[in-house]
């Protein structure tokens, strides 16, 4: 069978010279027979198109060598610079060869992973992509796998690199793929989404990829096969989100990636987080151990001291999902946090007293429930917000970005909205915790934006959560543990089946918690960039794990499916919790998550209440400060005119918005620097304390004495330094005028809208 062969070749020659030289050039590419002549090169032509593959049968000679003319010319564009190469010419030449084999005759095959199949593939594939009015491109093969799309290109000098052991620059996880266009029309400009499930029966000329983690990618099927573009997309239809959890890439991977794994790092730790909060009222109760009071509870959770299990029982079925209310956080003297869901029956003097019987308003504790459908958004916004944001950001050419209008779509769009209602009611809720009183999370059926304050209230007061290590513990003691519903919020699997199930809800919306709570950290760390160990790489790396079903960490909505999937004969699963970073990253580029700052004290500017506050410019009016100095929680600048676009995730794709990474490069490389320095200098300072010489690794132990001794320093009640630093449960001489919201803001929250009500 004869295919078509490219072949590209530059001239410098002048006019009259390039034209005898390209019919030189014509007869020695495509003379195969010596009395081959230039003469009749036409007519060759015409006579092996129509022994082509009779899907090419209609296809006009004259059309497909502009066709392909055109190809290799957009692939050949440098985008950073207009050419000002000389002119190429462009030849056909006709080879018998293998219909699967790309130019240079090498098969491109998939990498592939143990127990990992190729679904579909395509070839000769083309990737587009426009910055400044010049397109340019890679070509090669796509493949669909159990686990992946994959493009493998024909130059690996285009591969690219990538610090993913198991996922290639060109690799997406099926299961982090969002939506699917096909894209039609003589300049590319229609889009047509494609329903999940469904069967495409026409030729695809051209798709869409965009993915949950706001990655997209675009594919050519012109210069394929017929039928390669149509197979791709039906197998991405049929696969990107399967009905079952047992359909997924977990269940039939062969290589052992839990070696690394341990039984603590796939449990929660509910003894530690006691102890970080000093709460001597409470107690963990296994009322729940073969999951009879509630599936979507592990079989060990936090309740008050006071309260029997049999009264834990009774009590759960009160609410939605049989759910009890669940203690996660607390302080010395009395203050606790709970989430609980909604009621599910009719209040009554019987239940009101059940109620205050468990959270001890009989021995004298005080309560403020905060309704979070009150106090949030409606969890609709939140919904309708997510697809509106992936719509604004991912735009592929420069002509569908209207810069002029951004940041009133933004607005118009209520995403930062949410991230400051959430960091303003976690403030609120502190503030009830200092007062040592009892706050009462409620929501829908306590997994949603309850375990979102409630996480960023831990990491409001305890700075242990701002390291790595803690932070992966508050997610798997809040999120995963407290059955956060990963797999039907993040659309791994069809809303709303549990494990083995096979009936979905109608709902086919996107719910981003958990998105929305990363970006919540990511306004942390730029508002205080000593106090966290990582960077907001880290946070990307981590949405993009919580979409990749491989670990068994973010793919199911509750302890007890996964606990199903692990003792199913069928399909056993072996335990693969994500924390293990080395199976997924290099050591090196784990370590390029560390915060150079973290915990290095900065003395802020202090003003004094006569000097203006950066709020006195917004609001027109001077603000004193309202919390002072020894409060024990990082004092948030809530207000949406504090908060900051999150570009490295909502940009990461569009590649006329990227921004050159050398000059933040090198003001990494100075803060490491510096970092270095400090060290240093604490060395030869215990050199002198100690009149030996400290070893290089003892640097950070000292170094975390000091900040232990800082932290011993506040519980008896005294500032460590007047200058800055952290204390026991938080900040220590930290500007206070940042902070623009309201004196003990439950005062106002409790007062109008019944969100905050006090038993």
């Given at each position: 069978?004869?295919?078509?062969?490219?072949?590209?070749?530059?001239?410098?020659?002048?006019?009259?010279?390039?034209?005898?030289?390209?019919?030189?050039?014509?007869?020695?590419?495509?003379?195969?027979?010596?009395?081959?002549?230039?003469?009749?090169?036409?007519?060759?032509?015409?006579?092996?198109?129509?022994?082509?593959?009779?899907?090419?049968?209609?296809?006009?000679?004259?059309?497909?060598?502009?066709?392909?003319?055109?190809?290799?010319?957009?692939?050949?564009?440098?985008?950073?610079?207009?050419?000002?190469?000389?002119?190429?010419?462009?030849?056909?030449?006709?080879?018998?060869?293998?219909?699967?084999?790309?130019?240079?005759?090498?098969?491109?095959?998939?990498?592939?992973?143990?127990?990992?199949?190729?679904?579909?593939?395509?070839?000769?594939?083309?990737?587009?992509?426009?910055?400044?009015?010049?397109?340019?491109?890679?070509?090669?093969?796509?493949?669909v796998t159990t686990l992946k799309l994959s493009l493998r290109l024909h130059l690996e000098s285009d591969q690219g690199t990538?610090?993913?052991?198991?996922?290639?620059?060109?690799?997406?996880?099926?299961?982090?793929?969002?939506?699917?266009?096909?894209?039609?029309?003589?300049?590319?400009?229609?889009?047509?989404?494609?329903?999940?499930?469904?069967?495409?029966?026409?030729?695809?000329?051209?798709?869409?990829?965009?993915?949950?983690?706001?990655?997209f990618l675009q594919f050519n099927f012109k210069f394929a096969k017929i039928d390669q573009g149509r197979s791709v997309v039906?197998?991405?239809?049929?696969?990107?989100?399967?009905?079952?959890?047992?359909?997924?890439?977990?269940?039939?991977?062969?290589?052992?990636?839990?070696?690394?794994?341990?039984?603590?790092?796939?449990?929660?730790?509910?003894?530690?987080?006691?102890?970080?909060?000093?709460?001597?009222?409470?107690?963990?109760?296994?009322?729940?151990?073969?999951?009879?009071?509630?599936?979507?509870?592990?079989?060990?959770?936090?309740?008050?001291?006071?309260?029997?299990?049999?009264?834990?029982?009774?009590?759960?079925?009160?609410?939605?999902?049989?759910?009890?209310?669940?203690?996660?956080?607390?302080?010395?003297?009395?203050?606790?946090?709970?989430i609980q869901s909604q009621l599910n029956v009719m209040t009554s003097l019987v239940t009101d007293q059940l109620r205050k019987?468990?959270?001890?308003?009989?021995?004298?504790?005080?309560?403020?429930?905060?309704?979070?459908?009150?106090?949030?958004?409606?969890?609709?916004?939140?919904?309708?917000?997510?697809?509106?944001?992936?719509?604004?950001?991912?735009?592929?050419?420069?002509?569908?970005?209207?810069?002029?209008?951004?940041?009133?779509?933004?607005?118009?769009?209520?995403?930062?909205?949410?991230?400051?209602?959430?960091?303003?009611?976690?403030?609120?809720?502190?503030?009830?915790?200092?007062?040592?009183?009892?706050?009462?999370?409620?929501?829908?059926?306590?997994?949603?934006?309850?375990?979102?304050?409630?996480?960023?209230?831990?990491?409001?007061?305890?700075?242990?959560?701002?390291?790595?290590?803690?932070?992966?513990?508050?997610?798997?003691?809040?999120?995963?543990?407290?059955?956060?519903?990963?797999?039907?919020?993040?659309?791994?699997?069809?809303?709303?089946?549990?494990?083995?199930?096979?009936?979905?809800?109608?709902?086919?919306?996107?719910?981003?918690?958990?998105?929305?709570?990363?970006?919540?950290?990511?306004?942390?760390?730029?508002?205080?960039?000593?106090?966290?160990?990582?960077?907001?790489?880290?946070?990307?790396?981590?949405?993009?794990?919580?979409?990749?079903?491989?670990?068994?960490?973010?793919?199911?909505?509750?302890?007890?499916?996964?606990?199903?999937?692990?003792?199913?004969?069928?399909?056993?699963?072996?335990?693969?919790?994500?924390?293990?970073?080395?199976?997924?990253?290099?050591?090196?580029?784990?370590?390029?998550?560390?915060?150079?700052?973290?915990?290095?004290?900065?003395?802020?500017?202090?003003?004094?209440?006569?000097?203006?506050?950066?709020?006195?410019?917004?609001?027109?009016?001077?603000?004193?400060?309202?919390?002072?100095?020894?409060?024990?929680?990082?004092?948030?600048?809530?207000?949406?005119?504090?908060?900051?676009?999150?570009?490295?995730?909502?940009?990461?794709?569009?590649?006329?918005?990227?921004?050159?990474?050398?000059?933040?490069?090198?003001?990494?490389?100075?803060?490491?620097?510096?970092?270095?320095?400090?060290?240093?200098?604490?060395?030869?300072?215990?050199?002198?304390?100690?009149?030996?010489?400290?070893?290089?690794?003892?640097?950070?132990?000292?170094?975390?004495?000091?900040?232990?001794?800082?932290?011993?320093?506040?519980?008896?009640?005294?500032?460590?330094?007047?200058?800055?630093?952290?204390?026991?449960?938080?900040?220590?001489?930290?500007?206070?005028?940042?902070?623009?919201?309201?004196?003990?803001?439950?005062?106002?929250?409790?007062?109008?809208?019944?969100?905050?009500?006090?038993?």
């Amino acid at each position: 069978m004869y295919e078509l062969e490219l072949v590209t070749y530059s001239s410098n020659l002048s006019s009259s010279e390039s034209s005898q030289h390209d019919e030189e050039q014509t007869t020695q590419f495509c003379g195969k027979n010596k009395n081959f002549s230039s003469s009749s090169v036409s007519e060759v032509l015409e006579d092996s198109l129509f022994q082509l593959d009779h899907t090419w049968e209609n296809l006009d000679k004259e059309d497909f060598e502009e066709d392909w003319r055109a190809h290799v010319k957009q692939l050949n564009m440098n985008p950073g610079n207009r050419s000002s190469q000389s002119s190429s010419t462009f030849y056909i030449d006709l080879k018998e060869r293998g219909e699967d084999e790309k130019d240079g005759g090498e098969v491109l095959e998939p990498v592939l992973l143990p127990g990992e199949h190729c679904i579909a593939q395509a070839h000769r594939v083309v990737s587009y992509s426009t910055v400044a009015g010049l397109t340019s491109g890679v070509s090669g093969s796509l493949f669909v796998t159990t686990l992946k799309l994959s493009l493998r290109l024909h130059l690996e000098s285009d591969q690219g690199t990538s610090e993913n052991l198991i996922l290639g620059h060109w690799d997406v996880p099926l299961t982090s793929i969002y939506a699917i266009y096909e894209i039609s029309g003589e300049t590319g400009d229609k889009k047509k989404k494609l329903t999940l499930g469904s069967t495409v029966n026409t030729k695809i000329d051209a798709v869409f990829i965009l993915c949950k983690n706001f990655r997209f990618l675009q594919f050519n099927f012109k210069f394929a096969k017929i039928d390669q573009g149509r197979s791709v997309v039906n197998a991405l239809l049929h696969h990107v989100r399967p009905k079952k959890s047992s359909l997924l890439f977990a269940f039939e991977q062969k290589k052992k990636y839990h070696s690394f794994a341990d039984n603590q790092s796939q449990n929660c730790d509910w003894e530690s987080i006691v102890d970080k909060s000093g709460s001597k009222d409470v107690r963990i109760t296994r009322v729940n151990e073969s999951w009879q009071v509630c599936t979507n509870l592990p079989q060990q959770f936090i309740v008050p001291n006071h309260v029997n299990d049999d009264q834990v029982a009774r009590i759960s079925g009160l609410f939605t999902g049989s759910r009890a209310p669940v203690w996660v956080w607390g302080v010395p003297d009395h203050g606790a946090l709970f989430i609980q869901s909604q009621l599910n029956v009719m209040t009554s003097l019987v239940t009101d007293q059940l109620r205050k019987d468990f959270y001890g308003v009989h021995v004298g504790r005080k309560i403020r429930e905060v309704d979070l459908t009150k106090v949030l958004p409606a969890q609709s916004v939140l919904e309708e917000a997510y697809p509106a944001m992936l719509d604004l950001h991912c735009v592929d050419n420069e002509r569908d970005s209207d810069k002029s209008d951004y940041f009133s779509k933004l607005e118009s769009i209520g995403w930062l909205n949410y991230v400051s209602s959430l960091l303003r009611t976690a403030t609120d809720v502190c503030e009830i915790l200092c007062r040592e009183e009892t706050a009462v999370l409620i929501d829908l059926d306590g997994r949603g934006p309850a375990i979102v304050v409630a996480s960023l209230v831990q990491i409001f007061q305890e700075p242990e959560f701002r390291s790595r290590s803690g932070f992966e513990l508050l997610i798997q003691n809040n999120w995963v543990s407290l059955g956060y519903p990963f797999s039907g919020d993040n659309l791994i699997c069809a809303k709303g089946v549990q494990t083995g199930g096979t009936t979905p809800s109608n709902s086919s919306s996107m719910t981003p918690y958990f998105l929305i709570f990363l970006d919540c950290i990511h306004q942390l760390i730029l508002q205080f960039p000593s106090l966290f160990e990582f960077r907001s790489v880290y946070l990307l790396d981590l949405l993009d794990t919580s979409f990749l079903p491989i670990f068994d960490t973010f793919i199911f909505d509750s302890e007890h499916d996964r606990h199903l999937a692990h003792r199913n004969p069928e399909t056993p699963l072996n335990p693969s919790p994500a924390w293990h970073w080395q199976v997924q990253f290099t050591n090196n580029y784990i370590k390029t998550w560390q915060n150079p700052l973290y915990k290095i004290p900065r003395r802020p500017v202090r003003l004094t209440s006569q000097d203006p506050t950066p709020y006195s410019q917004i609001m027109g009016r001077q603000i004193h400060p309202t919390v002072p100095e020894n409060k024990s929680y990082l004092p948030v600048d809530y207000y949406i005119s504090g908060l900051s676009v999150w570009t490295e995730l909502f940009h990461r794709s569009v590649p006329f918005l990227q921004v050159s990474s050398h000059p933040h490069k090198v003001l990494l490389k100075k803060q490491i620097q510096a970092r270095e320095e400090i060290e240093l200098a604490e060395r030869k300072q215990q050199q002198l304390e100690t009149g030996g010489v400290p070893r290089r690794n003892e640097t950070h132990h000292h170094h975390t004495q000091h900040h232990n001794r800082q932290q011993d320093t506040k519980r008896r009640g005294v500032h460590p330094n007047s200058g800055g630093g952290v204390g026991r449960h938080g900040v220590t001489g930290h500007n206070p005028t940042r902070v623009g919201h309201p004196a003990a803001g439950v005062a106002r929250a409790g007062g109008g809208n019944g969100a905050f009500r006090t038993n």
